[in-house]
Each structure stands twice: as C-alpha cells, then as structure tokens.
C-alpha cells in the first residue's frame, strides 16, 4: 500500500505500515467514513434490542430460546438444524408456555448452539454498575458454570496519535485530542 492511500480520515483508526515515496515504510494513521459515521451508531442500537428483548424476556412476552434466537440473529431453519427439533418445535419453544416443556436434554442443546451456560436460559444476571463486571467460565462439568463478579478494569489512556504524513493535524483536527471509543457489548 502506498503511503497516499492511507490517510487519516477520523477517530476511528487503525495503524498501517505503508511504502512512502522515497521508497521506505513506515506507519500512518487511517480511518474511513464508514467507521466515523456508523461503528457507534451499530453498536448503541444493537445494545437497544438487546435491551429490548430483554425487556420482552422479563416482562414474559417472549422465552429465552427467543431471546437468544433473535439477539444472534439466526433463522429458523438453523436454529432447528443445530438444535435437532422440528422447525414447529423451535416455534414454540419460542413461547414462555413452549419452552416450560423443554426436558433438560434439550435445554442443553439450546444453550449449546447459542454459546452460553445452561443456568442463562432460566435466569439473567446483571450488574446495576457499569463499574461491577460479571463474568461466566466454563467448568469441565457441562452443567455447572463458574461466575465472577469484580470491579471493571479501566481502559489505559491510549498513547497519542501518530502524526499524519505532513506532520500537520489540520486535515484531523480530532486525531490529536483522542476522541470517539469503541462499542463494547
């Protein structure tokens, strides 16, 4: 890649080694429209169904087959395939009366295609603190999931930008200040 092929566009930047003119490489900042306009508008609507369909989850409206089903986003037909039911079977278990006829066998499968511990389809565990962090290990036994509850670990400021090729910053002013994040979910 040469070196006018990457130029810094936004906040949301990677650090690419390119070929200069003079024939050497080295590293330059880019970033691209898409990322600036769009990554964090990605990021906080799907954080908004997902709380929506927990909602729904709490509130009765929907089972936790049809939590996860529509947070991954999956078909049907796949859920159904993975899963070994019928697609009939995969629709009703979407209801909260289907799914209080699922048999512990087929849970586990449930919590299988979905990647998630057994114990998530019957309960939701959350933190009232964004500074409290709960997290879910495997254990070797399949049915026993080990969780953690700890205190967040804060990000360690980012080191400064590089400068832009002119070593001016006037074509990204927000380059040096550090500005925009990335979506965690």
């Known amino acids: 890649m040469k070196e006018q092929d990457a ?13 200069r003119d003079d024939a050497s490489y080295g590293p330059v900042q880019t ?15 799907r954080e908004r ?6 909602r ?23 859920l ?5 039911v019928s697609r009939r079977a995969v629709r009703r278990h979407l209801t909260p009366a289907g799914f209080g006829e699922v048999d512990l066998r087929l849970a586990c499968r449930y919590a299988e295609v979905f990647g ?13 603190d964004e500074r409290v962090e709960v997290r879910q290990e495997r254990t070797a036994n399949v049915l026993l999931t080990k969780t953690r509850v700890g205190a967040r670990v804060q990000a360690a400021p980012s080191p400064s930008p590089l400068p832009s ?10 380059s040096s200040r550090g500005e925009g994040r990335v979506g965690v979910v």
């Not at 130029?7 to 070929?19: D, M, P, R, S």
């Not at 509130?59 to 037909?77: H, K």
């Not at 159904?80 to 070994?84: D, E, F, K, P, W």
Request: hydrophobic share 45%; charged share 20%; with cysteine.
């Open 7 to 19: 130029k810094a566009l936004n906040a949301h930047q990677l650090v690419l080694y390119v070929e």
């Open 31 to 45: 970033g691209s429209y898409l990322a600036q306009e769009f990554i964090d508008d990605f990021f906080e609507k």
């Open 49 to 54: 169904y997902r709380r929506d369909c927990l």
């Open 56 to 78: 729904r989850l709490e509130a009765g409206e929907i089972s936790a087959v049809a939590y996860y089903f529509q947070i991954l986003g999956l078909a049907e037909a796949d």
């Open 80 to 84: 159904a395939v993975r899963v070994g």
């Open 116 to 128: 998630v511990p057994l114990a998530n389809l019957f309960q939701v565990i959350a933190a009232q």
């Open 165 to 174: 090729r002119a070593g001016n910053d006037s074509e990204n002013p927000s």
